[in-house]
C-alpha cells in the first residue's frame, strides 16, 4: 500500500511539473498582439439587452482567445495542427475549447465514480481516481487532435483529386483561347464544391490584390498543407519566366497527379486486402471448430 501510494505521488507531482511547464506563458506572438490593436465590432449600449446565448458565445469566444495565446504551442502536448484546421476551415479557439472539455470531463468522471461507489458502500482507493483522472484526461485530450488529423487527411486528398479536375478544366480553357486569369478564375466558378470555392476565393483576393494568382495559390497550398499547389505555383513561375506553354506545363502537372493518385489508391486497396487476412483466417478457424468440435467430442468420449 505504501508503495502504490508513493508511486501515485510521483506520478500527481509529474503531472503537475508538466502541467505548470506547458502553461507557462509563451513569448508575446506578434499576430496576437495586431489582432488586440484591432478595432472590433461595436460594443452593445447599455440600454440593449444581451441575451444569454450571446453571453455565453461571448464568453467561449474570449476563453477560446486566451487559449490560443497562452496556452497553444507550435510542438509538444499542446500543439495546434494548424495546417489540418485551416484546411477543415474550424478556429483554432474552437478546437483549444474542446480540448479543455474533454481534459475536465477525463479529470472528473473517476472522481464521480468513486463518490458513486463510495454512496453506495463500497469505497474505492484514492489512487484509483487520481491515476484514472489524468490517464482518461490525457487520452480524451488527444481526441480531437486524432479527429482533425483523420477528417483533414481526407479533405486533402478530395482536394486534390478536385484540384486534377480543375487543372483539366482549365486547359481545356486555355485551348478555347481564353486568357490565362479567366482560364483560372472561370472553371472555379461552375461548381459550389468546397476545393473548387477555395481556389475560387484564393483567386478572387488574388485580383483584388492585384498578385500574381500563382503566387496566392502557393500561400494557399502553404495555408492548408497541399504540395501540388506549390509544386504547380513554382512550376509556373519557372515557365513564365522562361517563355515556356503554360498548357504544357498544366499537362504535365495533370499527369502527374493522376499517376500519384492511381498509386496511392492501389497502395491502399492493396493494404485493405492484406489486413482482410486476418478476420477472413479467424472466420475460417471458427467454421472448423465448429463443424469438427461434434465428431472429436464424440471421439475423445468414445476413447
Not at 486555355?174 to 472553371?187: T, Y
Request: aromatic share 6%; hydrophobic share 50%; with cysteine.
Amino acid at each position: 500500500m505504501t508503495a502504490i501510494a508513493a508511486l501515485a505521488g510521483c506520478l500527481t507531482a509529474v503531472g503537475l511539473i508538466l502541467l505548470v511547464w506547458e502553461l507557462r506563458p509563451p513569448p508575446p506572438s506578434l499576430d496576437a498582439a495586431l489582432a488586440r490593436i484591432r478595432p472590433g465590432p461595436l460594443q452593445p449600449s447599455l440600454f440593449e439587452g444581451a441575451s444569454p446565448s450571446a453571453a455565453r458565445s461571448d464568453a467561449e469566444a474570449g476563453l477560446g482567445r486566451w487559449l490560443a495565446e497562452r496556452v497553444a504551442r507550435p510542438t509538444g502536448m499542446l500543439a495546434v495542427p494548424r495546417t489540418d484546421l485551416a484546411l477543415l476551415s474550424r478556429p483554432v479557439e474552437r478546437f483549444l475549447l474542446d480540448k479543455l472539455i474533454l481534459c475536465i470531463v477525463g479529470l472528473t468522471a473517476p472522481s464521480i465514480l468513486g463518490a458513486t461507489a463510495a454512496l453506495a458502500g463500497r469505497p474505492l482507493s484514492w489512487t484509483l481516481p487520481v491515476l484514472g483522472g489524468l490517464l482518461l484526461a490525457v487520452t480524451l485530450s488527444l481526441v480531437p487532435d486524432w479527429a482533425v488529423r483523420t477528417h483533414a487527411r481526407q479533405h486533402r486528398r478530395d482536394f486534390r483529386y478536385a484540384f486534377t479536375a480543375y487543372l483539366q478544366l482549365v486547359v481545356l480553357e486555355r485551348q478555347a483561347g481564353a486568357a490565362l486569369n479567366a482560364a483560372l478564375e472561370d472553371p472555379a466558378k461552375i461548381t459550389d464544391g468546397w476545393p473548387f470555392q477555395r481556389v475560387r476565393q484564393t483567386l478572387t483576393r488574388a485580383r483584388h490584390a492585384q498578385q500574381q494568382p500563382w503566387h496566392s495559390l502557393a500561400q494557399l497550398g502553404e495555408e492548408i498543407g497541399v504540395r501540388d499547389l506549390i509544386d504547380l505555383a513554382h512550376t509556373a513561375e519557372i515557365a513564365g519566366s522562361e517563355g515556356a506553354k503554360m498548357h504544357d506545363v498544366l499537362v504535365a502537372k495533370i499527369t502527374s497527379m493522376r499517376h500519384e493518385a492511381s498509386a496511392a489508391a492501389r497502395a491502399e486497396a492493396n493494404s485493405r486486402t492484406t489486413a482482410m487476412w486476418v478476420p477472413t483466417s479467424l472466420l475460417m478457424l471458427g467454421f472448423v471448430i465448429l463443424v469438427g468440435f461434434p465428431f472429436f467430442s464424440k471421439l475423445l468420449a468414445s476413447g
